[in-house]
């Protein structure tokens, strides 16, 4: 695409689903950077308007077909181009069902997002899903909130649940070169990011596709070389593939937090190896409770499946018991989405299998009430404690900011609410926690050094 009279053009993109689709995304916003595009902040201010869809369970589709067919609504002289991972899975149907969209564009090799828009631009209307993998695309240096960002280490999964489709989408497991990830890093800590969640389908998988058993430790040794002062975080650890080396090295260095998110999904026997796991409840406590004995500190965060074909009232008490004495200081419950193309999609269509959506609901809000009781609990041992809090927002004359600690992912945790009468965003700062409000903490700074630093 030459930049000519394109040059300022200007785009905007609304990023949908996880983490890993938002760094698809800013590798996207980078290479049309390169090619002399300007991001948009607003939807109103671009002339092209990419939705970067999610396709993992059927409320997310409709999310994005919703947000699709509303920017239509909204501007109808702009062109639309859908992206993502539902375009991957479903782009001859969006393109031939969707008049309303301009193109659609799989995920599979991001560099190809130039040509895509470029025949757009041309008048044509344009439909790209490529079946090959691509390269992984330089992102551009910019946090993706105030002094953190996501750095993706691995596509694609191995692990072959059964109710899964991220396989059929994103492929089997494909690392990225450690040394590629450390110079990713060391450019954002050039321009002052201290926080860096490293995130892939299943972390502790990392490296095994190029027979590297150790393959993450081997990266999060490599991470420690570096001097600076920042956070690591780990996301998305398959609870089978869990290093408990990873452990020693949180206790050594601090740089790397002792937050560890393991989607456990079940405890009932019987659900458990219908969904493709091999671990029971026993063994899964076991580790949790080898975790917190090593760290007592430790934040765990867990995710549950309900409604999983043939989940009786009894698999479902099975789960709440589990949920009891595992004590997770975070938990997401969702309810089953039969997705076309895998295992349980077959077991669903079996009457006798399948869970009533309504059941699914029900359980699903009773496994809420529940961890409501549980996370409050589990938060009130940092009332009185003294904790470093990176600061992501700044509330102008109500005297207050807004950050994260050590125990709150992005996007998904509570948060701390710091008093102070001025503020610094996308710093790590000394607080000391005054009290819990429901799923948040108080705090106060810790010197006048906790804002000016």
């Given at each position: 695409?030459?930049?000519?009279?394109?040059?300022?053009?200007?785009?905007?993109?609304?990023?949908?689903?996880?983490?890993?689709?938002?760094?698809?995304?800013?590798?996207?916003?980078?290479?049309?950077?390169?090619?002399?595009?300007?991001?948009?902040?607003?939807?109103?201010?671009?002339?092209?308007?990419?939705?970067?869809t999610c396709g993992f369970i059927e409320p997310a589709k409709e999310e994005s077909i919703?947000?699709?067919?509303?920017?239509?609504?909204?501007?109808?002289?702009?062109?639309?181009?859908?992206?993502?991972?539902?375009?991957?899975?479903?782009?001859?149907?969006?393109?031939?069902?969707?008049?309303?969209v301009d193109g659609v564009f799989g995920n599979r090799d991001l560099s190809k997002i130039?040509?895509?828009?470029?025949?757009?631009?041309?008048?044509?209307?344009?439909?790209?899903?490529?079946?090959?993998?691509?390269?992984?695309?330089?992102?551009?240096?910019?946090?993706?909130?105030?002094?953190?960002?996501?750095?993706?280490?691995?596509?694609?999964?191995?692990?072959?649940?059964?109710?899964?489709?991220?396989?059929?989408?994103?492929?089997?497991?494909?690392?990225?070169?450690?040394?590629?990830?450390?110079?990713?890093?060391?450019?954002?800590?050039?321009?002052?990011?201290?926080?860096?969640?490293?995130?892939?389908?299943?972390?502790?998988?990392?490296?095994?596709?190029?027979?590297?058993?150790?393959?993450?430790?081997?990266?999060?040794?490599?991470?420690?070389?570096?001097?600076?002062?920042?956070?690591?975080?780990?996301?998305?650890?398959?609870?089978?593939?869990?290093?408990?080396?990873?452990?020693?090295?949180?206790?050594?260095?601090?740089?790397?937090?002792?937050?560890?998110?393991?989607?456990?999904?079940?405890?009932?026997?019987?659900?458990?190896?219908?969904?493709?796991?091999?671990?029971?409840?026993?063994?899964?406590?076991?580790?949790?409770?080898?975790?917190?004995?090593?760290?007592?500190?430790?934040?765990?965060?867990?995710?549950?499946?309900?409604?999983?074909?043939?989940?009786?009232?009894?698999?479902?008490?099975?789960?709440?018991?589990?949920?009891?004495?595992?004590?997770?200081?975070?938990?997401?419950?969702?309810?089953?989405?039969?997705?076309?193309?895998?295992?349980?999609?077959?077991?669903?269509?079996?009457?006798?299998?399948?869970?009533?959506?309504?059941?699914?609901?029900?359980?699903?809000?009773?496994?809420?009430?529940?961890?409501?009781?549980?996370?409050?609990?589990?938060?009130?041992?940092?009332?009185g404690k003294k904790l470093e809090v990176l600061v992501e927002e700044w509330v102008e004359?109500?005297?207050?900011?807004?950050?994260?600690?050590?125990?709150?992912?992005?996007?998904?945790?509570?948060?701390?609410?710091?008093?102070?009468?001025?503020?610094?965003?996308?710093?790590?700062?000394?607080?000391?926690?005054?009290?819990?409000?429901?799923?948040?903490?108080?705090?106060?700074?810790?010197?006048?050094?906790?804002?000016?630093?």
């Open positions: 695409m030459g930049t000519g009279n394109r040059k300022r053009k200007k785009f905007y993109i609304e990023n949908l689903g996880c983490a890993k689709n938002l760094v698809d995304g800013e590798s996207l916003v980078g290479m049309l950077l390169k090619e002399g595009w300007e991001v948009a902040h607003t939807p109103e201010e671009a002339e092209y308007l990419l939705v970067n919703d947000v699709t067919l509303e920017f239509r609504k909204r501007f109808p002289s702009k062109k639309i181009l859908l992206t993502g991972c539902l375009s991957q899975r479903y782009g001859e149907e969006l393109f031939h069902q969707l008049p309303e130039v040509e895509v828009v470029q025949r757009i631009e041309e008048g044509k209307r344009e439909l790209l899903i490529p079946q090959q993998f691509g390269p992984s695309p330089i992102r551009p240096a910019r946090a993706t909130s105030p002094g953190s960002t996501y750095i993706k280490i691995a596509e694609g999964c191995r692990n072959r649940c059964s109710y899964c489709a991220i396989p059929l989408i994103r492929g089997d497991l494909r690392s990225r070169p450690a040394g590629e990830i450390l110079e990713e890093i060391r450019t954002f800590l050039q321009i002052g990011i201290q926080e860096f969640n490293l995130i892939a389908q299943d972390l502790g998988s990392y490296g095994r596709d190029r027979g590297e058993g150790d393959g993450l430790m081997s990266l999060l040794r490599h991470l420690q070389t570096l001097p600076d002062p920042f956070w690591i975080r780990l996301l998305y650890i398959h609870p089978e593939q869990f290093p408990l080396d990873v452990l020693r090295l949180c206790k050594e260095d601090p740089r790397f937090l002792p937050y560890f998110d393991l989607p456990f999904q079940h405890a009932s026997i019987k659900i458990l190896q219908a969904m493709g796991r091999k671990k029971n409840s026993r063994e899964n406590l076991e580790l949790i409770e080898t975790i917190r004995s090593m760290l007592p500190d430790a934040i765990l965060r867990s995710t549950v499946l309900v409604g999983f074909p043939g989940e009786t009232e009894e698999d479902f008490e099975e789960l709440l018991r589990f949920l009891e004495a595992a004590a997770f200081d975070w938990l997401g419950a969702f309810v089953y989405s039969r997705e076309d193309g895998t295992p349980a999609a077959t077991m669903d269509r079996k009457r006798t299998l399948h869970v009533k959506r309504s059941v699914a609901q029900l359980r699903k809000r009773k496994i809420e009430e529940i961890q409501q009781r549980i996370t409050t609990q589990r938060l009130d041992r940092f009332v004359g109500e005297g207050l900011a807004l950050g994260r600690g050590y125990l709150h992912a992005p996007e998904v945790d509570g948060m701390i609410v710091i008093h102070s009468s001025e503020g610094m965003t996308g710093k790590i700062i000394p607080v000391q926690v005054i009290r819990r409000n429901g799923i948040d903490l108080e705090a106060v700074p810790l010197g006048k050094e906790a804002f000016h630093g």
